[in-house]
């Protein structure tokens, strides 16, 4: 790349316009799906039913509702865009421990996962959290041990964790 002048201003934003609910086909469409994923985590059985009860009652209006069943809705919500991090997948490999090891330790596992640091290049760049955190260092330490040779000194071992911590 090439550097800036140092007074550059970043891009503008591309904003997506306010009725562009996509890939849901309404604002009661994200909703719905907002409601039962998100905010009261519905099992799969009980969003079906929910559908055929929203469905029978539609019915009459010659609609069936914003979704199918639960793999529609499933569907949907994986296709939504959240800020260019698409999902990612890996397959984690067994441990070779023997037959006495553990199940859990003996199987493979699908880990599924967004790319954090996309992520958080895209968490920085939304409005809405404009200064609303703080990006300095927070420091964390791990065990904590009072002196007792000292009074009112502590002892923070090399090992300490430093982390950032976003603060609002």
Request: charged share 20%; glycine share 4%.
């Given at each position: 790349?090439?550097?800036?002048?140092?007074?550059?201003?970043?891009?503008?934003?591309?904003?997506?316009p306010n009725d562009d609910?996509?890939?849901?086909?309404?604002?009661?469409?994200?909703?719905?799906?907002?409601?039962?994923?998100?905010?009261?985590?519905?099992s799969a059985g009980n969003?079906?039913?929910?559908?055929?009860?929203?469905?029978?009652s539609m019915m009459q209006?010659?609609?069936?509702?914003?979704?199918?069943?639960?793999?529609?809705?499933?569907?949907?919500?994986?296709?939504?865009?959240?800020?260019?991090?698409?999902?990612?997948?890996?397959?984690?490999?067994?441990?070779?421990?023997?037959?006495?090891?553990?199940?859990?330790?003996?199987?493979?596992?699908?880990?599924?996962?967004?790319?954090?640091?996309?992520?958080?290049?895209?968490?920085?760049?939304?409005?809405?959290?404009?200064?609303?955190?703080?990006?300095?260092?927070?420091?964390?330490?791990?065990?904590?041990?009072?002196?007792?040779?000292?009074?009112?000194?502590?002892?923070?071992?090399?090992?300490?964790?430093?982390?950032?911590?976003?603060?609002?």
């Amino acid at each position: 790349g090439e550097f800036l002048p140092e007074d550059t201003p970043p891009p503008p934003r591309e904003t997506a316009p306010n009725d562009d609910w996509s890939p849901y086909d309404s604002e009661v469409q994200f909703k719905v799906a907002d409601f039962l994923f998100c905010r009261v985590q519905m099992s799969a059985g009980n969003i079906d039913y929910f559908w055929e009860q929203w469905a029978t009652s539609m019915m009459q209006h010659g609609d069936l509702g914003p979704f199918q069943d639960y793999q529609h809705l499933y569907e949907t919500i994986d296709s939504t865009k959240l800020g260019d991090a698409p999902w990612k997948c890996f397959q984690t490999e067994p441990l070779a421990l023997g037959d006495d090891a553990p199940i859990s330790a003996r199987q493979s596992y699908e880990i599924w996962f967004r790319d954090p640091e996309i992520v958080m290049a895209n968490t920085l760049d939304n409005q809405d959290f404009e200064g609303a955190f703080d990006t300095a260092p927070y420091a964390h330490p791990i065990g904590i041990v009072w002196s007792p040779t000292s009074l009112h000194s502590l002892r923070i071992p090399k090992h300490a964790s430093v982390t950032c911590y976003f603060l609002h």
